[in-house]
């Protein structure tokens, strides 16, 4: 019976000390569970912040070329300008606006990332029990998106010196081309006023009037007039002579430098005016008189005395 009394405290511890090893490997599984998953969100963290770094970091750099690209473009030249002056108005405000849109989203992306790593902070604090390493990482990033926005900020400022030079450039050009084009209006004016004025220089200088008659239909015309005292007291007639004043209305009118060819009604004529026929061709000729017409073959020099050719019937 002592035995049997001795060996059932002995049962008893075993089972005490094997309910208690169960419990302690429970909380040792639990308590590795919550380490990993702790661990897990420490360095899920840290690559949340290092994204939202180069992700902030590499639009800065995209803003860095775009401004670059802008400052390197010069405003136009005025011979340039002055070929597309709207198109090239509309390129600039369009580069404008969208460098103007890229940094409105930086400065929205930098706020969200400052949300962003405050938030992080406050996890990260909450899950290493204010480890160092991670807050010394976690203030780090907060220092280069500090940084960036300075960076963003001297950047606009830079852009927006650069826009207000090239619109005190663009409006010097504008008064340039508005000047030129002004000039540009007049000379146009005066080339058209001067081509007017030389066409009809050059048509008044070509035209050239003819007229064909007996000298009793000429003189009834008033174009040939009768002069002086009659060669005898009672009979005999007076000298005639071309009026000193032509009516344009009582001849054919023609162009001298196209018009070289004069036809006559049936008859023999004479030539009455100024106008020399040795510059002339007659069809035919004889006795001193003209018949069928006549070809002019120098209009410069047969024009030249008078522009009104007066051919009398004999």
């Known amino acids: 019976m002592r035995p049997i009394r001795l060996l059932l405290p002995l049962s008893l511890g075993v089972l005490a000390l094997t309910a208690c090893d169960s419990s302690v490997k429970e909380r040792l599984r639990t308590l590795a569970h919550a380490d990993s998953l702790r661990t897990d969100s420490l360095v899920s963290i840290k690559n949340d912040l290092l994204n939202e770094v180069m992700t902030s970091t590499q639009f800065v750099n995209d803003l860095n070329g775009e401004l670059a690209k802008l400052k390197s473009h010069p405003v136009r030249t005025l011979s340039n300008a002055s070929l597309g002056p709207e198109s090239d108005a509309a390129a600039i405000k369009e580069e404008r606006a969208n460098v103007v849109k890229r940094i409105r989203e930086l400065v929205a992306r930098l706020d969200s990332s400052e949300a962003r790593v405050a938030s992080l902070r406050a996890r990260a604090s909450r899950l290493s029990g204010h480890d160092s390493t991670l807050v010394g990482q976690v203030a780090a990033y907060e220092r280069t998106i500090s940084e960036l926005r300075e960076t963003v900020a001297r950047q606009k400022t830079e852009y927006e010196a650069t826009i207000a030079k090239q619109n005190t450039q663009i409006a ?6 508005d ?9 146009a004016g005066d080339k058209r006023a001067l081509s007017d004025t030389v066409s009809e220089l050059t048509t008044e200088r070509n035209t ?17 007039v009768e002069e002086g005292h009659k060669r ?16 344009t209305s009582k001849f054919t009118r023609i162009d001298r430098s196209k018009d070289r060819v004069i036809n006559f009604p049936a008859g023999d004529y004479t030539i009455f005016s100024r106008q020399n026929p040795i510059y002339a061709a007659p069809f035919s000729s004889h006795d001193g ?26």
Not at 172 to 177: C, F, K, V
Not at 300 to 305: A, T, V
């Open 172 to 177: 010097s050009l504008n008064m340039r081309i």
């Open 179 to 187: 000047t030129v084009t002004t000039q540009n209006v007049q000379l």
């Open 208 to 224: 050239a009037y003819y007229v064909i008659g007996t000298k009793d239909e000429l003189i009834r015309q008033g174009i040939l």
């Open 232 to 247: 005898l007291l009672l009979i005999g007639s007076r000298s005639v002579s071309p009026a000193r004043d032509l009516d």
């Open 289 to 314: 008189k003209l018949s069928g017409g006549l070809r002019i073959e120098q209009p410069d020099r047969f024009w030249e005395p008078s522009k009104f050719l007066i051919i009398v019937k004999a």
